[in-house]
């Protein structure tokens, strides 16, 4: 006759059936007891009333520090920037057009349009620019081609850029 050995525990099985079900309750059982615990029950002689208060305010004080960090994960003033405008204008498979700008002074527009369509040559033509205020204040902005001949950008800083011309021209491949 096959034996159930869980955990230490030794019991007698006759069938099939009952190995599984015998089995499953014990399994049962065994977690129930290691994660829910019967010390935690009031009628358990070694319950104690102030393990139940302490647990109670380690979980009080671990909400409060979740709602705290999460509070702070939060953006801080998410009303400071507006969306200025929001132009789409998507006419279909051969062109399209977008624009934006925001409170903070950022922006980006583009135009693309498909060139030599239905030939072997054809290509998306995009022009466009974006621009953004860095936090000492200088307006930086970034006008581009992308076509066949692939991705042209053209760096511009406003009065007091603190890039030199040389550095950007380098970056360009200028």
């Known amino acids: 006759m096959p034996y159930l050995v869980l955990y230490g525990f030794k019991k007698h099985l006759t069938g099939p059936d009952e190995c599984c079900n015998a089995a499953l309750e014990e399994i ?4 129930y007891k290691r994660t829910v615990g019967t010390r935690n029950h009031p009628t358990h002689p ?3 009333e102030e393990d139940s208060r302490k647990k109670k305010t380690k979980m009080k ?5 979740a709602l705290v960090a999460a509070a702070c994960a939060a953006p801080q003033n998410p009303q400071d920037v507006q969306i200025l405008r929001y ?19 950022s922006k980006h527009e ?9 030939t072997e040559n054809e290509a998306l033509s995009v022009q466009g620019q974006y621009a953004w205020v860095a936090p000492d ?11 066949e001949n692939g991705f042209r950008p053209q760096i511009q ?5 603190s890039v ?9 491949g200028q």
């Open 46 to 48: 070694l319950f104690s």
């Open 87 to 105: 132009d789409v204008n998507n006419a279909g498979l051969d062109s399209y057009s977008f624009a934006w700008e925001l409170s903070d002074g």
């Open 28 to 31: 049962l059982t065994l977690v």
């Open 137 to 147: 204040g200088v307006t930086y902005i970034v006008s581009y081609v992308a076509d």
């Open 157 to 161: 800083q406003g009065p007091g850029g």
């Open 164 to 172: 030199p011309s040389g550095v950007i021209e380098s970056l360009l």
């Open 61 to 65: 004080l671990f909400v409060v520090l």
């Open 110 to 118: 583009e135009q693309g349009q498909l060139k030599n369509q239905g």
